[in-house]
């Protein structure tokens, strides 16, 4: 038995000190003394490069640590970051510096630093997935194309403080914008430094943000203080920010919660559940994500006509799906590709511009129905194959219309449940009749959704061709006049609704439990969220 | 005994080649791509991507490519995470999961060694009856169950002590390991405690331990020289395979206790096809796996006297 010990000890011994580098847990998950939280991610931020990230942890910790040109204030309003003016014409924007915006080593923030990291993401070689939201800028599609080099960029650097912008068609909404994780500086010398290792380490990175991260150890933890360099210091409350644990799962992020270990955490279907009864205070936000049915229109699928999917539309009562399927607070039944906190013109858009809520009339749906089986000539409508993706959630949901289309309208669906990679796959190729999807929106502005089913929209996956639509997205994209775009907008909503192009299904929300001494957290629709720029801890 | 262990390793770097082969063509056939995102990208940028991760060349270019990298011992950068190579993230995160496969390992052999004993000696009696139903509960239970039972009764520990004593999640110290390794071995401490029941066992009516027993010896001394050092060996010849598939099958408790190991890293490259990591991770599993197997050969040899390996 000896011998048979003797080499795990050994083998333990010489293990333990190399994985002994992991960072203590703080005691307190909301410090009032040291004004210090300590957090869970849901996962490893894949990519702190500004110019290439693309998911949500990495703008959760970007937001906090970087800003941009302009930034949103807690009500989701834009307000000034490294800018302090700012003017925005049908031609071009110009950008007027605060002096005292400075990075995390002292040096000044400049307006080279914008020209630089815009210029990077553009460049072909660093392949961002988002460089098209760039494209507004003069040249920056023919940049990102490799058909013109990247100092055709229509940017100028005026002197270090002001920076101007030539827009390649006018643009409403280029503020929003600039508020975006790829529009965040990046500084030439400390970029070119750290080559391609830019944003793999805290060592790696160089931050303008009211925090900077100081530690981050893969998988396990990250770190974030204040930033003392930030112009707006005074204002932040928090000394440290500490992400002491990264995991998926929502139960073991439950079990910290109570534990005091960390002071957010967010709820789904199940862990609700144990909340309730542990008697936890449940908050609900709504994410500002949408999420509906979305057609295959492609020749030769029986969705591409109208009538069977007006029945379907009449038949699907949005607010029994959220009551009775989603089941768990903060959900709002789907009625529009448009989310409730939208602006319109002076106020919320859809309190401008009302969505029609199609009835729930099965006579009208069986009408319909009828209809649709004479034009396309059948007896019985074939078996339609409903895409979704792999989650417990979604087979759920995908169930309950299978129920629903059986019971009311005796159509057949065939549910596909693949995983995250394969159902792109299959959306992109067009390998289904109808496919559970849901939009988040990049900035605030109604466009983040409007595009979306442009004929030349690539995430438009069941290929939607509509001049009409297409005609009002352009209008939307290019116009100036808030009130034009908006009718635009207005009417693109009606079409989506009279011709059945989606169903809306609902609009996200969220649980969430979050320490009842940690105050002034914002819950934003679009960037960093939860953000914690300017929380708190109360005694 | 030199010519032996030559042949193994040879044959060891065969299975290894063909793990890498198998996986490769395995990898390529599933539909979607690493490049492809809930976002779609413009056939300009898409092709930016591609020419990036060398996507843009034919499968067998690619496997070629892949093959004398991975010679030179590279495994190329991350899909997911683009600026970590696979390398880094073996080196970083293999030594988390060894440790806690390896304490997982060292308390499932304890473990299963004296409850074997146990219900061996206690044969047909209460002790055996329910360490036996234990053990069933043991090998039937799956991990995250485990797991998820573990944590929460170190909630609940803590909620009654009034302070977090031992950490519910996350990995630095002792205290953070104990638990998830305990909860990690469980399910071969049941494995081991059946085998060295029944090894036991057939030990006992062996000729060698009359013989002993003959001779006056202790029943002691019977006991543990002759009788377990015996049945021993068969748990010894599983435990090279369960140390690596503990060390690589930690992917739930790492989950759940948000323990920064490969195992994660494992896993989820399959579902988001990160190919790099998949790759990656697969054989260095694999070599790992082999190397326990031969590893285990050679040291039988050692333990038992009467194989001479040829």
Redesign the interface.
Known sequence: MRRLFFPFLTVLCLIAPVSGGFAQISASSADFDTQTITLALTQEPPQLNSMKATDQVSALILGHVMEGLLSYDRRGKIIPGVAEKWEINSTGATFWLRKDARWSDGKPVTADDFLFAWQTALKPETASEYSFILYSIENAEDINKGKKPTDSLAVTVVDDHTLTVKFETPIGYFDKLVAFTTFFPARRDFFEARGDSYGADAKDLLFNGPFRMTDWVHSASLKMVKNEHYWDRDNIHLNAINADYITEDSRARLNLYIDGKIVHTRLDGETYKDALTQRQRIRSFTTGSVFYLEYNFRKGRVTTNRNLRKAIQHVFDPEEFVNKVLATPGNLPGRSLFPVWLGGVEDKFRSEYKAAEPKIDLALARDYLEKAKVELGVEKIPPLVLLVGNSPTSAKQAEYLQGVFKEKLDIDVKIDIQTFKQRLAKMTSGDFDMVAAGWGPDFDDIMTFGDLFASWNLNNRGRYNNPDYDRLVRIGMTSADPKTRMDAMGELQRILTEDAVIIPQYEQGVIYLMHPKVKGVVRRVVGADPDFRRARIVK | MLAYTLKRLLAGVVTVWFIATATFIAMHS?????L???????A??RA??E??YGLDKSGPEQYLIFMSNMLRGDFGISF?????KVND?IR??F??S??LG??A??FA??GG?VWGALTAIYRNRLPDIIIMFLVILGISVPSFVFA?LG??S??KI??LLGS?VI???????FGHMLVPSLVLGLGTMALLTRLMRSSMLEVVNEDYIKTAKAKGLSPIRIFFKHQ?RNA?LPV?TVLGPQIAAITTGGFVVE????I??LG??FVQAV???DYTVIMGTTVFYGAFLVFMVILVDIIYG??DPRVRLQ
Request: net charge positive.
């Open positions: 599933v539909p979607g791509d690493p492809m995102n809930d976002k779609a990208v413009t300009e940028i930016n991507l020419k990036k997911t995470q683009q600026n970590r993230i970083d995160h030594p988390v060894a440790t390896l304490l390992v060292f052999a304890i060694i998820a944590q929460l170190l909630v803590n909620q977090s950490p519910v999640a996350g990995w630095g110290t377990l021993i010894l989950l759940v206790f948000a920064p190991g994660r890293y579902q988001q096809l050692f333990v």
